[in-house]
C-alpha cells in the first residue's frame, strides 16, 4: 500500500492524527492548524482548505471520510521573535 501526501498531512500522521476531531499544530515561519474532520465541507471565504488526509476513507461501506483541514496562518516566526523581544527573552536559547 502507498499513499501521497504534503508535509503537514505527513506531520499530522507521524503525530498520530487520524481521527476526526484530532489537530496538530505547528509554529515555524507560518503557523499552520491541521485538523481532520470526518465531513467535506466549503469554506466560501476560502480561509481554509480541505483535502482526502492520509487515511481517507470514500464514505462507502460504512467508513467514516478523513478530510484533513489546514489553516495557514502567516507571520507566525515575527511573531514569536516579537513575543520572545517584549518579554525579554531575545538571546536566550530554548531547546526544540
Not at 6 to 17: E, H, K, M
Not at 39 to 59: K, Q
Amino acid at each position: 500500500m502507498t499513499y501521497r501526501a504534503g508535509d503537514q498531512p505527513n506531520n499530522a500522521l507521524s503525530l498520530n492524527v487520524l481521527e476526526p476531531g484530532e489537530v496538530a499544530a505547528t509554529a515555524g515561519t507560518s503557523g499552520v492548524v491541521y485538523a481532520v474532520s470526518g465531513t467535506l465541507a466549503r469554506d466560501p471565504e476560502l480561509r481554509v482548505n480541505s483535502f482526502a488526509h492520509v487515511n481517507h476513507a470514500d464514505g462507502h461501506s460504512g467508513n467514516t471520510p478523513r478530510i484533513g483541514v489546514l489553516l495557514c496562518i502567516n507571520g507566525c516566526g515575527i511573531a514569536q521573535s516579537w513575543t520572545r523581544r517584549i518579554l525579554g527573552m531575545a538571546g536566550v536559547r530554548t531547546r526544540s
